[in-house]
């Protein structure tokens, strides 16, 4: 059973980049500025949060283009897919660990003495 | 601050708890999900009212004829244009706000899905030219638009749509198509009514399958 929240994702920004691309089918991508619209985020936090993500091989990006028609597309990759998917069951296993815990005789009889 | 259990190796945003990650991503998800879905459940229960209105504007102007001649009256075809229009002139609009910024395998999958539905429509109702050309009987003439196009068009959808594992998309389309032959056993007048209660029930259990999936929980299995 997986119970660590891998952190690297588990940071509101990161969570929110991965969920978004996550969103897209397999081998999508998206652009840069599409995602900096979806998120409201501004661009120096967003090429900060992306480089940690691309840093653990999270995400991919490609650059397309030149000057000022240059393009950034950004895609999740398949270990940071993965990382998603290991990151939710982690999610699932605590938060249903949490609920056992608060139903467990023991948390209601302590809540009883309360 | 109490020990959360899992979250030994956070070192940001300390105290962003499991419950909170989990009510976020299920938020992230969601927009995300409404922002790339194209067609979307208010679009798809437009089209099950326009289908309705349309053939059934259309059953009303046959369902009288003795002897039946299969001619529409001139209201339920203007209605059907504008109707039909307005929901082309939507589901453009939606398929290019979707799109944006989205590249890869998938969208061009998407685009050829586009182009070649475009081509059954076409080739659906252009069908009908050369057979009144060709003189057809009335009967005919009134069976063929109620229900032939759609079932090429369903048909084709199905194939497509299985080729490229859109499973959901590919029993749309077979139901279209079924529900375009079952048409075909209406009678010429009968089989408008039939098309349009058909393709309403097939829009609005989609409208209520995308509304579905787009909400449905990333978290809670």
Same mark, same amino acid.
């Given at each position: 059973m997986t119970t660590e929240l891998d952190p690297l994702i588990h940071v509101p920004t990161r969570l929110k980049i991965v969920a978004t691309l996550a969103?897209?089918?397999?081998g999508d991508a998206l652009s840069f500025t599409r995602l900096q619209d979806m998120l409201e985020l501004t661009p120096g936090n967003l090429i900060i949060q992306l480089r940690k993500l691309e840093d653990a091989d999270y995400i991919s990006s490609t650059k397309t283009g030149s000057g000022s028609a240059q393009r950034t597309t950004v895609a999740l990759t398949k270990k940071g897919r993965a990382a998603l998917s290991a990151y939710i069951q982690a999610l699932r296993d605590l938060l249903g660990g949490l609920d056992v815990e608060a139903t467990s005789p023991t948390a209601q009889s302590a809540r009883l003495q309360l | 601050m109490d020990h959360v259990p899992g979250? #030994?190796? #956070?070192?940001?945003?300390?105290?962003?708890?499991p419950g909170q990650a989990a009510a976020l991503l299920d938020q992230a998800t969601r927009q995300a999900r409404r922002a790339f879905t194209p067609l979307t459940p208010l679009l798809f229960t437009f089209r099950a009212i326009v289908v309705l209105v349309v053939f059934g504007g259309c059953w009303l102007s046959v369902r009288g004829q003795h002897p039946y001649t299969g001619h529409i009256s001139g209201w339920a075809v203007a209605v059907a244009v504008v109707l039909v229009a307005v929901s082309i002139g939507w589901t453009a609009w939606v398929i290019g706000r979707a799109g944006t910024g989205v590249s890869g395998p998938a969208q061009r999958k998407w685009q050829a899905w586009t182009g070649i539905m475009a081509a059954a429509w076409i080739i659906g109702y252009g069908a009908a030219a050369p057979l009144y050309h060709a003189g057809v009987s009335h009967p005919v003439w009134g069976l063929y638009p109620a229900s032939a196009p759609l079932l090429i068009i369903g048909l084709a959808g199905a194939a497509v749509a299985a080729a490229f594992r859109y499973w959901p998309l590919a029993v749309t389309c077979l139901a279209i198509a079924v529900a375009a032959a079952a048409a075909g056993f209406g009678g010429p007048a009968g089989s408008w009514l039939i098309t349009g209660v058909g393709l309403c029930a097939v829009y609005l259990c989609l409208a209520a399958f995308t509304a579905w999936r787009q909400r449905r929980s990333v978290v809670e299995p």
């Open positions: 969103a897209l089918p397999d | 979250l #030994a190796g #956070a070192t940001e945003d300390d105290g962003f708890d």
